[in-house]
């Protein structure tokens, strides 16, 4: 007998094994990043195998992958037989954010890896050529590394702007979550430059994560010097998690450079490697391109900020949940007591990492601090 047909659905086993980390496929419904709907979501897991649901496992990834790679193919053909651009740029987007979600956290199989986050760029590029969204693709030579920059402005070309540089996870995707975050500082009047340091973006996995990223940022910001669209005494800082990381230590690195610092779910210190889930230790293994637990935790170690993050005329403001497993929420409250007048602490008692289930009210409030902080519009004169 035939089953019933029925609608494309979420099986309990997927709610119960990995619902915690599905908002972050929808993200944060952007306008103009890539973005998946729940449609899509629903439709690429529909009858997954309840014996493959582990996370822990390869299988289950290397099967996530499989299905969210079709996805992302399903949408480039529309993308292809659209008779519009406005189709087109639609099209794109989605095909980009399901071919990063198909790879963010499948970690078996390198060139896999790699060629589907360039399908991610590749989608992303020519989606914008369908847009009328205006945006500078630019490599910067940077602390002797070419890095790869991408620099949005608002609508209004009047006046110099505020500027936020916006700086990776481990597995997130430049023009994904990023530019993502990057609109609601867009919406407020405030540009903002998207970078990949060495071991970010489509270097992740082709060189090791550069910890040191403050030589980078340095030299990013030397080069937003010679361009008058940009007001460098309003400039600012936000990273999300592993980048939220970067944020507290480029604060202490680069004192008085940014007026506001926001650190989304980093922390001056990582979890000890051993206690970490399968995903995280392999997720680490690869940015850092190593896969020994004692070499991974003495650079874990090494990585850790003491001290305050602070000077006079800088502020920081960290959101971060209690449970989160990467980064403990103790050692940032310890951080933030050295200097709790200029580094404020919001924190989420029953929130894991990056407070999925708050990411939309989190980035209006914290893009309307980053707002108040950088301070009033200056107008060029004419």
Wanted: hydrophobic content about 45%; charged content about 20%.
């Amino acid at each position: 007998m035939n089953a019933p047909v029925r609608p494309p659905r979420l099986s309990s086993a997927i709610i119960d094994r990995v619902g915690y980390f599905l908002p972050r496929l929808l993200f944060t419904n952007a306008r103009i990043a890539p973005q998946l709907h729940w449609g899509d979501i629903t439709r690429a897991l529909d009858d997954f195998d309840p014996a493959l649901v582990d996370p822990a496992s390869a299988a289950f990834w290397d099967e996530w992958r499989g299905r969210f790679s079709l996805l992302g193919s399903n949408y480039e053909n529309l993308a292809a037989t659209s008779g519009s651009p406005a189709g087109r740029f639609a099209g794109l987007r989605s095909a980009a954010a399901a071919y990063h979600f198909a790879e963010f956290m499948y970690f078996e199989d390198a060139a896999i890896k790699k060629s589907l986050r360039q399908s991610v760029r590749r989608c992303f590029t020519e989606a914008m050529a369908n847009s009328s969204v205006s945006y500078e693709s630019r490599m910067v030579k940077a602390a002797g590394e070419d890095i790869q920059t991408f620099l949005f402005f608002p609508r209004d070309g009047q006046q110099s702007f505020a500027c936020v540089l916006l700086s990776n996870g481990l597995d997130s995707m430049t023009e994904m979550e990023i530019l993502s975050i990057g609109e609601y500082l867009l919406d407020r009047g405030i540009a903002v430059l998207l970078f990949e340091g060495p071991g970010q973006g489509l270097d992740l996995g082709v060189r090791p994560l550069r910890i040191e990223m403050e030589a980078i940022v340095a030299d990013l910001v030397r080069d937003l010097q010679d361009d008058r669209r940009v007001d460098t005494g309003r400039l600012g800082f936000f990273g999300v998690s592993f980048g939220g990381y970067f944020s507290l230590r480029i604060a202490q690195a680069l004192p008085g450079t940014f007026r506001g610092v926001v650190n989304l779910s980093g922390g001056p210190a990582i979890a000890p490697f051993t206690g970490l889930p399968r995903r995280l230790k392999q997720d680490f293994a690869f940015a850092f391109a190593s896969a020994d637990a004692q070499e991974l935790q003495s650079r874990f170690d090494k990585m850790q900020l003491v001290g305050s993050a602070t000077v006079e005329g800088q502020k920081i403001l960290s959101i971060h949940g209690r449970l989160d497993d990467i980064f403990p929420a103790a050692a940032l409250e310890a951080f933030v007591s050295t200097d709790s007048k200029h580094h404020e602490l919001r924190l989420f008692e029953t929130e894991a990492h990056v407070c999925m289930n708050y990411l939309h009210p989190n980035l209006i409030s914290a893009s309307d601090w980053m707002l108040e902080t950088l301070g009033p519009i200056r107008r060029l004169s004419q």
